[in-house]
Nanobody, 126 residues
Framework: QVQLVESGGGLVQAGGSLSLSCAAS????????MGWFRQPPGKEREFVAS????????DYADSVKGRFTISRDNAKNTLYLQMASLKPEDTAVYYC???????????????????WGQGTQVTVSS
């Protein structure tokens, strides 16, 4: 059974930075495409970023491009999201997710991901 546990969320002022981590346990996810999604208050869960198993390819939502960086350390079975120049509209619960190993490409669709963490709250104050 795969478990994903996010950490690093918190309260930050607009313009600040925050780094999220997602630790996987149960089995290695070094061959899985991984992604970050977020769910703002009262809204649906939305795509943030995705990364292939080799980290050779990444994809970002337009709203975070140039401000957020997704990365991974396969040796540590950990996914990261570095967030900079944060805005109040970045406030959300952030989730990490993993695609099945049969899929090698990044994806923006939450239904393409089989494994999910419990989420970590990020609040950006104005």
């Amino acid at each position: 059974q795969v478990q994903l546990v996010e950490s690093g969320g918190g309260l930050v002022q607009a313009g600040g930075s925050l780094s999220l981590s997602c630790a996987a346990s149960g089995r290695t996810l070094s061959r899985n495409v991984m992604g970050w999604f977020r769910q703002p208050p009262g809204k649906e869960r939305e795509f943030v970023a995705s990364i292939t198993w080799s980290a050779r390819n990444t994809d970002y939502a337009d709203s975070v491009k140039g401000r957020f960086t997704i990365s991974r350390d396969n040796a540590k079975n950990t996914l990261y999201l570095q967030m900079a120049s944060l805005k109040p509209e970045d406030t959300a619960v952030y989730y990490c997710a993993a695609r099945p190993t049969s899929w090698a490409a990044t994806s923006r669709h939450r239904n393409d991901y089989d494994y999910w963490g419990q989420g970590t709250q990020v609040t950006v104050s104005s």
